[in-house]
């Protein structure tokens, strides 16, 4: 669930149009040679056709419209790679105004029916799931769409941050929130359309210092900063100093010094959306072993409550989390 974007495919040894510093290129470099032939990469849906490191890396597009591609030639008596051919990503050609898959090399693409008996069976498991209700009635629709915070992503930061005992949550909201919770009774398929990720859970400690650096970093996120839960911020700028104030909901300052228990989950502590990069450790962080999905803790937070929830008592207008200026002076840091 990596990848990257290449613009030119006519010789796959030729990577000077490809992104060599984004996620899979990087993994694929630092790969001792020869334990690996292929990777098949993805989450950017760009277009990769290339060998790095002596490795095939490939990476279609979104949408089903391209696949990729590599034939090896396979010495049998020893399974070694004698020969491969990596080809660019190859469209499935369909008829304009037609619903079938179209062809490939001139053979019609049709869906296999034991394939489609699985998904069938799949698709009434995951309708019965969908329509399950969690005790919550909605009294307005949880809207996502004011930066940096909105009643949503206050809501889910809320809910993790109290399903877990920790001090301080952590999300990235814009990214990591895929749709709006309608009014009406609260049911799991629209928590997971909220958040379709199978995300864990993950608390790890930081220091009042190493939070400020965070938040430092997210006030310059114009379009994604993080969510939290448990302080709001007050980012203020002097010049080219910024000055970072972080209070807890009783009004105490969280200090330099202290030592906070932060909620958050796998993927950002893996560096997604560069949140936790600026204060990740040598060697990275521990990453959790059999603690839940973040959605699993949502929709239990969700049955654990009940009761009915309006948008208004998540989001405060004239008590903001995020205060910071704007605009946003490029210039201002922290020192």
Not at 215 to 229: K, V
Not at 245 to 262: A, H, Q, T, W
Not at 303 to 322: E, I, K
């Amino acid at each position: 669930h990596a990848g990257s974007r290449c613009t030119e495919f006519d010789d796959p040894y030729d990577t000077s149009s490809c992104n060599m510093s984004s996620e899979i290129m990087r993994v694929a470099q630092a790969l001792p040679p020869g334990i690996v032939d292929h990777i098949v990469g993805g989450h950017q849906h760009q277009g990769v056709a290339h060998v790095v490191n002596d490795i095939a890396v490939t990476a279609g597009y979104s949408n089903t419209r391209a696949f990729s591609r590599v034939d090896f030639t396979i010495d049998r008596s020893t399974g070694a790679v004698v020969e491969r051919r990596i080809f660019p990503p190859q469209p499935i050609w369909a008829p304009e105004d037609s619903e079938s898959p179209g062809d490939y090399e001139g053979v019609a693409v049709v869906p296999m029916p034991e394939i489609v008996a699985i998904a069938e069976r799949a698709q009434g498991v995951a309708e019965s799931r969908k329509s399950e209700q969690l005790g919550v009635y909605l009294e307005t629709p949880f809207e996502h769409r004011t930066r940096p915070e909105s009643p949503l992503g206050n809501l889910l930061t809320d809910a993790i941050l109290e399903s877990n005992g920790a001090e301080i949550a952590i999300h990235n909201i814009w990214g990591g929130i895929r749709a709006e919770l309608p009014a009406g009774d609260l049911t799991f398929g629209s928590v997971y359309r909220v958040f379709p990720f199978d995300n864990r859970v993950a608390i790890v400690e930081l220091s009042g210092a190493e939070l400020r650096t965070i938040i430092a970093r997210q006030a310059h996120s114009t379009n994604r900063a993080a969510g939290f839960s448990g302080m709001q911020v007050f980012v203020s700028c002097d010049a080219d100093q910024m000055t970072v104030l972080m209070l807890r909901p009783d009004g105490s300052e969280i200090l330099d010094e202290e030592i906070l228990k932060v909620v958050a989950n796998d993927f950002l502590l893996l560096g997604g959306d560069d949140i936790f990069t600026p204060v990740t450790p040598e060697g990275g962080f521990a990453m959790p072993n059999g603690t839940p999905l973040v959605r699993d803790a949502l929709v239990s937070w969700f049955r654990n409550r009940g009761g009915s929830m309006s948008a208004d008592d998540f989001f405060d207008p004239d008590s903001l989390r995020w205060n910071r200026p704007d605009p946003m002076p490029s210039e201002c840091r922290l020192r």
